[in-house]
C-alpha cells in the first residue's frame, strides 16, 4: 500500500543546475507534506514543509510545490550545491504519522 | 539545538533474545513516534505514543514489540524475541502538540539480528 509514492529511484545533476524531486500520494486525508534529507548511518532531517492550503513554500535554495488536484509535490533545489547530494525523503501527515515515500538518491556534481 | 538522542548506536543480539531500545525525546514534545528502515528500503511506520498510550501502530507492530514510556523522559522500544528479519536501522521522532509540524528524528539505532 504505497500511499506515497517517489519513481525515481535516483537522480543526478550538475552543480549549480537546479534539482527537481517529485512526490505522488494517493490519501486525499493527508494535509501536511514535508521533505526530510537523510545521509547513511544517520535519521531523517527535516527540510522543508507545506500545509495543504498552500500551494508553495519557500526557504532560501529550497522550494516545495504542491498541486492538490493532482496529489504531487515537488522540490526544487537550485542552485544545486555537492553537499545537497543525499537521500530525499517526501512524506505525507495524516494529522498523526508521517508517512514516507522510498526516497530519491540525489547526487550532485562537481 | 534541542535533538532526539537514541542508544545504542548498534545492537547485536541473538535470534530469540529480547532487546530494548531507548530514545529521549526533545524536552517540550508531546508526541513520540518510533520508525524503522530495513536495509535499502523505506523508512516505516512502527507506533505513535501520546499521553501516555499508543495512538497507533502500524502492522509491523505486533505482539512482540511494546512502548514504554517509563520516567517521563525515555520512550522505549522492547522487542520480546527478536528474529532475523527484524534487523534494521531504528528511529525515534518526537514533535509538539500544534498541528502540522514537523517530527525530529534521532541518529537511530542500527539493529542487527544474528
Known amino acids: 500500500d504505497q500511499q506515497v509514492k517517489q519513481n525515481s529511484p535516483s537522480l543526478s545533476v550538475q552543480e549549480g543546475r537546479i534539482s527537481i524531486l517529485n512526490c505522488d500520494y494517493t490519501n486525499s486525508m493527508f494535509d501536511y507534506f514535508l521533505w526530510y534529507k537523510k545521509y547513511p548511518a544517520e535519521g531523517p532531517t527535516f527540510l522543508i514543509s507545506i500545509s495543504s492550503i498552500k500551494d508553495k513554500n519557500e526557504d532560501g535554495r529550497f522550494t516545495v510545490f504542491l498541486n492538490k488536484s493532482a496529489k504531487h509535490l515537488s522540490l526544487h533545489i537550485v542552485p544545486s550545491q555537492p553537499g545537497d547530494s543525499a537521500v530525499y525523503f517526501c512524506?505525507?501527515?495524516?494529522?498523526?504519522?508521517?508517512?514516507f515515500g522510498a526516497g530519491t538518491i540525489l547526487r550532485v556534481k562537481s | 539545538e534541542p535533538e532526539v538522542t537514541q542508544t545504542p548506536s548498534h545492537q547485536v543480539t541473538q535470534m530469540g533474545q529480547e532487546v530494548i531500545l531507548r530514545c529521549v525525546p526533545i524536552s517540550n514534545h508531546l508526541y513520540f513516534y518510533w520508525y524503522r528502515q530495513i536495509l535499502g528500503q523505506k523508512v516505516e511506520f512502527l507506533v505513535s505514543?501520546?499521553?501516555?498510550?499508543?495512538?497507533?501502530k502500524s502492522e509491523i507492530f505486533d505482539d512482540q514489540f511494546s512502548v514504554e514510556r517509563p520516567d517521563g523522559s525515555n520512550f522505549t522500544l522492547k522487542i520480546r524475541s527478536t528474529k532475523l528479519e527484524d534487523s534494521a536501522m531504528y528511529f525515534c521522532?518526537?514533535?509538539?502538540?500544534?498541528?502540522?509540524?514537523?517530527?525530529?528524528f534521532g541518529q537511530g539505532t542500527r539493529l542487527t539480528v544474528v
Open positions: 505514543f501520546y499521553n501516555n498510550e499508543i495512538s497507533e
Open positions: 521522532a518526537s514533535r509538539t502538540r500544534e498541528l502540522n509540524t514537523e517530527a525530529f
Open positions: 512524506a505525507a501527515s495524516d494529522g498523526n504519522k508521517l508517512v
